[in-house]
């Protein structure tokens, strides 16, 4: 209440506050009602605030990416005859269906950054523009280029002259600062076709996380309380200034709406990416089967630890190539190739953008052991 109360009585008129003094007007003021009488110009200018001149500048280069999709859903037997010979539960038949994600153009020639999430296992795609402009994806095989590993894909359209979302440095944003999360979920189904914005701020970065099924790891990410709602996948989060600092990517959730924890790819590390992937085309992601773990003074002194730094083997898949270098869990690893390792995310800095049969002298503390030992990338499963 106290802060709704400073906010309030910050109000000013026509963008000027409004002062007077008992002590140089003894008695009782007059004061024309033109000068307090806001009018409609100063209003309205009052209203377009950065957040405001921010989002007009970066929508236009914001759009729907929607997807089919081939799913197998239960085969709904009507029929009370024909049910006798089906068992609920084990009949399945393929059905399209439609799924619906953002994205931002990253240069004018076509080229347009998403999730890879969003287009994972997508039938057709198409993209649609603020100003009612759809393009189909043509060539889903030639066009549709991607980072499974780092959940990042990159879009290629037959346009040219489109607007551009101007990529921030990531590395510069600060804990605190205005947050503007922009996606168009819902593309040309509306009549209204502007992008939706949510509003917070920077919660925190460098957050490293594992949470789903196909093993994809997430480092360095921003969090944020801007609301991520579905559908908003790849579009961009931005700052005060206009420019892109991340890749809106997932939220924790128990309802499956947001309770102002999102996450976003950093922009840095995308844009990084992106070139890489119009460069070079697909990438075959790597495996290594670590889970790390960033050891620090208290960690180390409740597990005993002959180092407050690096990074901690909490998990090793089998027949990796973690397992196959002769790692275990409980390892700490205190270098890689050369350089010191005080996080996981060095680690796995160091492990990103890496090719199979790549290889990885690491150092490692075990007990009160210190050695060293190589690790050799591998293709991911399903590669």
């Known amino acids: 209440m106290r802060h709704l109360i400073i906010l309030l009585c910050g109000i000013t008129v026509g963008g000027s506050a409004v002062y007077y ?22 209003v309205d200018d009052g209203r377009r605030n950065a957040i405001v001149l921010t989002v007009q500048r970066v929508s236009p280069a914001v759009v729907g990416v929607h997807t089919t999709l081939l799913k197998e859903v239960p085969v709904n037997v009507r029929d009370p005859f024909m049910r006798f010979f089906y068992t609920p539960g084990m009949y399945y038949q393929q059905q399209a269906v439609p799924s619906i994600g953002s994205g931002f153009v990253i240069r004018e020639d076509g080229y347009i950054l998403t999730n890879y999430h969003v287009v994972k296992d997508a039938r057709s795609i198409a993209v649609t523009f603020t100003d009612g402009r759809r393009f189909e994806i043509e060539d889903m ?44 979920p819902f593309g040309l189904e509306l009549e209204d ?35 991520i709602n579905p559908g908003n996948s790849g579009g961009p989060l931005v700052n005060s200034l206009g420019e892109v600092i991340g890749v809106n ?7 499956g709406g947001s309770l102002g924890i999102g996450f976003a790819i950093p ?60 790692l275990e869990p409980a390892d700490v690893i ?23 049969g790549e290889t990885h002298t690491i150092q490692i503390v075990r007990g009160s052991r210190t050695f060293e030992a190589t690790l050799e990338l591998a293709a991911a499963l399903g590669q």
């Open 21 to 42: 003094s008992a002590r140089t007007q003894p008695g009782p003021a007059t004061v024309d009602a033109a000068e307090v009488t806001p009018t409609a110009t100063s």
């Open 141 to 184: 095989e030639k066009d549709v280029i991607y980072d499974r590993q780092n959940d990042l894909a990159v879009l290629r359209i037959d346009a040219d002259g489109l607007p551009v979302a101007e990529l921030g440095n990531s590395d510069d944003a600060i804990i605190g600062e205005w947050a503007i999360a922009i996606g168009n």
């Open 193 to 227: 076709l502007q992008p939706t914005v949510t509003v917070g701020v920077i919660s925190a970065v460098h957050r490293n996380f594992q949470p789903d099924e196909d093993g994809r790891i997430y480092e360095d990410m921003i969090q944020t309380d801007a609301a």
């Open 249 to 255: 990517t997932f939220i924790f959730s128990h309802s």
């Open 267 to 326: 922009s840095s590390r995308a844009a990084e990416i992106a070139n890489r992937l119009i460069e070079e085309g697909p990438v075959t992601s790597v495996w290594h089967g670590l889970q790390l773990h960033t050891v620090n003074r208290r960690l180390a002194w409740t597990l005993g630890l002959a180092t407050e730094r690096g990074a901690l083997i909490v998990r090793i898949d089998g027949g990796s190539p973690g397992e196959h270098a002769g």
């Open 334 to 356: 205190v270098g890689i190739d050369g350089n010191r390792v005080v996080a996981g995310r060095d680690v796995m800095g160091r492990f990103r953008g890496g090719r199979p």
